[in-house]
T-cell receptor
Framework: NAGVMQNPRHLVRRRGQEARLRCSPM?????VYWYRQLPEEGLKFMVY????????ESGMPKERFSAEFPKEGPSILRIQQVVRGDSAAYFC????????????FGSGTRLTVV | AQSVTQLGSHVSVSEGALVLLRCNYS??????LFWYVQYPNQGLQLLLK??????LVKGINGFEAEFKKSETSFHLTKPSAHMSDAAEYFC??????????FGTGTRLKVLA
């Protein structure tokens, strides 16, 4: 019974490149949430998706960031033209319904922008 | 608006001693409260949660937390620390929606 799978675990990008982070939710989970953890900070909500729908992207930076959760395949968090300030750990969580039961988080993708 | 304050970014205890990690919250609606643990280079694992009902919540690995509404607190305790408890611990609050507000974390060090 695999948990929430994120890949890659570590990603290094040069400034100006694109970063694509993938998240496969737990089996049977149709709700996906992305959080970002900046150094020395707690996790901050970014976006909430259901299959083929963005429910709430209020935590996403207005530019360069986008997320999708297609009918088939993993959820993708895409960061275009990365800058040093995008360096962080990006965590994905999933739930079968609403999160009042507690999220299950993946191991995260640690993005380093050089 | 909701917020979480974790007092003490670093806590050290001796092996076998009591672990107490503090969390205070602010919420205008009945809160849902969570404690997560993060081991180095890993994701967050849910330790325990309070939604409704009994205010003393027992979690995994011998941890427990008590919801005290009058003190707006949800402190995490464990009677006897083990070396394997060394990790970072995060308190989080939710109003029952999908947005969790996380504290900045407490790094627990266990001394031999």
């Amino acid at each position: 019974n695999a948990g929430v799978m994120q890949n890659p675990r570590h990603l290094v990008r040069r400034r100006g490149q694109e970063a694509r982070l993938r998240c496969s939710p737990m089996k049977g989970h149709s709700h996906v949430y992305w959080y970002r953890q900046l150094p020395e900070e707690g996790l901050k909500f970014m976006v909430y998706l259901q299959k083929e729908n963005i429910i709430d992207e209020s935590g996403m930076p207005k530019e360069r960031f986008s997320a999708e959760f297609p009918k088939e395949g993993p959820s993708i968090l895409r960061i275009q033209q990365v800058v040093r300030g995008d360096s962080a750990a990006y965590f994905c969580a999933s739930s079968p319904e609403g999160p009042q039961y507690g999220y299950t988080f993946g191991s995260g993708t640690r993005l380093t922008v050089v | 608006a909701q917020s979480v304050t974790q007092l003490g970014s670093h806590v050290s205890v001796s092996e076998g001693a009591l672990v107490l990690l503090r969390c205070n919250y602010s919420s205008s609606v009945p809160p849902y409260l969570f404690w997560y643990v993060q081991y180095p280079n890993q994701g967050l694992q849910l330790l325990l949660k309070y939604t409704t009902g009994a205010t003393l919540v027992k979690g995994i690995n011998g941890f427990e937390a008590e919801f005290k509404k009058s003190e707006t607190s949800f402190h995490l305790t464990k009677p006897s620390a083990h070396m394997s408890d060394a990790a970072e611990y995060f308190c989080a609050v939710s109003s029952g929606t999908y947005k969790y507000i996380f504290g900045t974390g407490t790094r627990l060090k266990v001394l031999a």
